[in-house]
């Protein structure tokens, strides 16, 4: 018997399923061994050897992998097909290596690009060794962005304070979200107007024809800048005399896209299902690792890692069969369609995202799929089958039309398009092309009536219209993706973990689903842009992405990369030990002006303090990151919190420099006033350290708050009344996560921050008893979500629940919390089994694996002899003191210590 290493449970059931009694498939669970998160993981000083180290929770999985080998045949190392896959099994084996579980037992490397019978069969009958220059490449990968956050965070820690982490690629990719925000903030509207004639043939049938010349001169979109030149056009036209001059019909095809790959794929369920990267992938993978479908288990699509487009011949031949028995021989083209990529620095080492089986339409398998599964599957057979269709054929029709009067002549242009024979466009649209620009001019494609040469037309109205040109958009998810495939920065594998990752630091928030930079994030980038230009350089990136792609080819020593790398990079960083904070101060104030010192209405210098007003605004760093105070501190007190992120729409939510007078409270006399803390916007009544405050409600609008507004606010926290069973008071107040109503140590959520002001008694007995109902006292175990499965280590049911400061899987007594923006009904069994692990390593609380019936009559057993209670006892106590001190530290500073004082792990750019 032989044993199969893959990374999944769901992967290791379903091939064992295929595979049969002669071998035992078992799941590593990911990854088994890591950089350990400290200085000398990688040394450059010994050749860049790398000290690797087991994962506590792999510790168990590797000795019964090791436990199997021993006893078996061989070894088959059957990870995913890509780079990081391959560094699996050469992990696996490296670890079976030292436990000399091996010997002299064949080992082989299979790979395959779906999880179908067929293609695992074939996958083990031609079987390979390791690929050590795919080993390499992934080698270089890891250290490079090993040591790039192992140096470059501790020089943002101690220069610029608030600042979390510094990644290779991250990095990168926070610099266009940021450039795209600096170009927003520097575009000045221009003004430009447009002249549109509804005009109709002599039978009544309308249409439209835009102006395209004016008396000898071509009109472009934006030639016409101001009401009075449009005006005297408008006019001409008004009492201008239309005719005919061309009509063109000019057939033409357009052909299909090729099938996905994971950028594409990402940017196809964005904006047709409004998906996340991260959510995409977690879909796709379930759909690659194998659907239960009646009985039989079986993938359903190919591997969804890749920049691949092309297709294997067995694949297109199917698609071609599929096609005809779907749509008709018409739509089968003569040929076979053969696609290659354009994007920079693109391996073709893998198929496209593809159907494994193009017979098996979205419908065959929709009852078996849950919603988000169907949708996506649907997408990739619809864009799989569509990319072997025939061509679409459509004729575009062009009418040219003369116009004269008053002396002065113009031509105007009519367009449209006819489809006369579908073609792929019977089984996918590509979403580009779902909607046009608002300032498409060639963009109607509706059909035109018909006309000939030197026909006259009736003109019905003459539209002048304005318009100012607008900024270019904000990056989403799928738009920064094909940025960064397009400049040839990360790899499909790493697009989903970047931008989850800068999320995570709080670097960038999506609002509409664009990606606006926090002004934490502007700062580190204007800081490395300022530091260290090079290594955010987009070529830069590019070309060591090219590099390791040559590693990966044989081409190039991954050792002789490093060597190349490190020399330039560590005698940087070493230059920037000197560098003064003020120096830093000083560039970013200059940097991030519209920023830190946006203009004011009245024209002032931006940089005078508007509370003393003869002291100089700078920036400041704090023990919580920067913000804006006064040179003339301590004498003035005056801060501001830095640029809050502008909302989708442009709109800013940072107040003014100063505090904002909204009236007197009627009752105490005292100023009411808006202010704008480090903190957030606040409200605050009287002045000095006795001044009564209160923080503005999320999802309040700053520019909404008004006196009354901010008299209900400082009302909180506001005592309803007594509870009727022992007369304590219940009290309403509006907390961190949010608004509640509490009596003695029960704490319950309230729908709305307005309830605050309205809620009577009644209502919080109410709520306070529903909360004891469901958990006791007070906090009590949420209702779960959903079950993933069982913990491999601990045993006992893997939950996803709902707590009071968001969701969280649970096993036993451990918690995790889930990432910020993480939903919970996305959660995998693997990612849970990730989280529950680290944070199980991370507080020490490990429960004991779930103990059969036996076990519990020997263990009473073994009492009854005389064994010591005592021994049992403790570590139960100690692990409940365990689960406390995580929850204590959790409300506390989230500031970042460098790894000396080992509070902290330095986050790399995960791959």
């Keep these: 018997m032989d044993v199969v290493i893959v990374e999944s449970p769901a992967k290791a059931k379903t091939i064992n399923k295929y595979l049969g009694g002669n071998y035992k498939v078992i799941a590593s669970y990911g990854h088994v061994r890591d950089l350990p998160p400290k200085d000398g993981s990688v040394r450059p000083d010994e050749d860049f050897e790398m000290s690797w180290e087991v994962q506590k929770p792999s510790q168990k999985r590797l000795n019964e992998i090791a436990q199997a080998v021993k006893s078996a045949d061989g070894l088959v190392l059957a990870t995913d097909p890509d780079r990081e896959g391959e560094a699996i099994s050469w992990h696996v084996l490296e670890v079976l290596r030292q436990k000399k579980a091996i010997g002299t037992k064949p080992v082989s490397r299979v790979v395959f690009n779906a999880i179908t019978k067929k ?25 490079l962005d090993y040591l790039v956050g192992f140096t470059l965070s501790p020089v943002l820690w101690r220069k610029l304070p608030g600042a979390r982490s510094a990644g290779r690629v991250q990095s990168v990719a926070l610099r266009l979200v940021c450039d795209r925000e600096s170009e927003i903030e520097r575009f000045k509207p221009e003004e430009y107007w447009s002249i549109v004639a509804h005009l109709a043939t002599q039978r009544g049938e309308a249409f439209d024809a835009r102006l395209t010349a004016f008396d000898g001169e071509k009109i472009q979109r934006l030639t016409i800048g101001n009401g009075d030149i449009a005006g005297t056009i408008k006019r001409m036209l008004d009492s201008a005399a239309f005719q005919v001059e061309s009509v063109e019909a000019k057939p033409t095809r357009r052909n299909p896209g090729p099938p996905f790959t994971t950028s594409t794929l990402q940017q196809a369920a964005s904006a047709k299902m409004g998906f996340s990267a991260s959510r995409t992938m977690q879909v796709a993978q379930r759909l690659y690792e194998g659907i239960d479908l009646g009985g039989e288990t079986v993938g359903l699509i190919t591997y969804m890692r890749t920049d691949g487009v092309q297709m294997a011949p067995e694949a297109i031949e199917g698609a071609r069969k599929a096609i ?79 116009a004269k009067g008053d002396g002065k002549t113009a031509r105007l242009r009519a367009s449209g398009q006819v489809i006369k024979f579908d073609g792929f466009l019977a089984a996918y649209v590509d979403h580009r092309d779902d909607s046009k620009s608002d300032s498409d001019e060639e963009g109607d494609d509706a059909r035109l009536p018909e006309m000939a040469a030197k026909e006259s037309v009736e003109r019905r109205s003459i539209d002048a219209d304005q318009h100012f040109t607008e900024p270019p958009p904000r990056f989403s998810e799928a738009s920064l993706i094909k940025r960064m495939e397009e400049l040839g920065i990360g790899r499909p594998s790493t697009y989903a973990a970047t931008l989850q990752t800068l999320q995570d630091r709080e670097y960038i928030v999506q609002d509409k689903r664009k990606l606006l930079p926090e002004a934490k994030g502007r700062l580190v980038t204007a800081f490395l842009h300022n530091f260290f230009e090079r290594y955010v350089e987009y070529d830069f990136t590019a070309d060591l992405e090219e590099k390791l792609d040559r590693i990966s080819a044989g081409e190039l020593s991954w050792k002789d990369v490093l060597r190349e790398f490190w020399r330039d990079f560590s005698s940087h960083v070493d230059g920037t030990k000197e560098l003064r904070v003020s120096d830093v101060l000083d560039a970013l104030n200059e940097e991030l002006a519209p920023l830190v010192f946006p203009a004011r209405e009245d024209g002032s210098d931006p940089r005078i303090c508007p509370r003393c007003g003869t002291g100089h605004l700078s920036l400041k760093l704090g023990k919580f990151g920067a913000f804006v105070g006064c040179s ?16 989708a729409d442009g709109a800013g939510d940072g107040g003014d420099d100063g505090p904002k007078d909204l009236g007197t409270d009627p009752e105490t006399g005292e100023p009411v006033t808006l202010r704008n803390g480090r903190f957030g916007p606040y409200v605050q009544r009287g002045e000095g350290k006795e001044a009564a405050r209160t923080s503005v409600p999320k999802g309040w609008e700053v520019s909404s708050i008004d006196l009354e507004k901010a008299l209900k606010l400082l009302t909180l926290p506001r005592t309803v009344g007594a509870h009727p069973e022992d007369g304590e008071p219940i009290v309403v107040n509006l907390g961190r996560y949010g608004p509640y109503v509490q009596h003695q140590k029960t704490y319950a959520n309230v729908e709305s921050v307005d309830d605050l002001f309205e809620m009577g008694l009644n209502r919080a007995v109410s709520l306070i008893a529903e909360k004891r109902e469901k958990g006791g006292r007070g906090r009590g175990t949420p209702a779960a979500i959903a079950t993933l499965g069982e913990h491999p280590t601990f045993g006992g049911e893997i939950t996803v629940r709902e707590g009071r400061f968001g969701p969280y899987v649970n096993v036993a007594k451990i918690n995790a919390t889930l990432p910020k923006g993480k939903d919970p009904a996305s959660v995998t069994l693997e990612e849970a089994i990730q989280l529950l692990n680290e944070r199980a390593e991370k507080t020490g609380k490990k ?48 500031t970042p210590v460098p790894a000396a004082a080992g509070a902290e792990t330095v986050p790399w750019d995960a791959d």
Aim: proline share 8%; with cysteine.
């Design 119 to 143: 293609a695992v069969l074939d996958a083990m009958a031609n079987p390979r060794q390791i690929d050590e220059p795919l080993v390499d490449a992934y080698l270089a990968r890891r250290a």
């Design 324 to 402: 005809g028995g779907s749509f008709g021989d018409r739509y089968v083209p003569d040929k076979p369609r053969f696609y290659s990529t354009k994007a920079k620095n693109a391996q073709e080492a893998h198929e496209a995202i593809r159907p494994t089986d193009f017979t098996r339409t979205p419908q065959d398998v929709k009852r078996f799929l849950d919603p988000d599964q169907f949708r996506l599957y649907d997408l990739v057979w619809k864009r799989g089958i569509a990319s072997q269709m025939a061509s679409a054929e459509i004729e575009r029709t062009t009418v040219e039309i003369d």
């Design 632 to 647: 003339n501190y301590p004498e003035c007190g005056f801060t501001k919190q830095l640029g809050t992120s502008p909302s």
């Design 847 to 894: 429960p004991a694996a779930k103990k059969a019936p036996a076990a519990k009559k020997a263990s009473a057993k073994t009492k009854a002899n005389g064994a010591d209670d005592g021994k049992k006892k403790a570590p139960a106590k100690g692990k409940t003191t365990a689960a406390k001190k995580p929850a204590k530290a959790k409300s506390g500073s989230a």
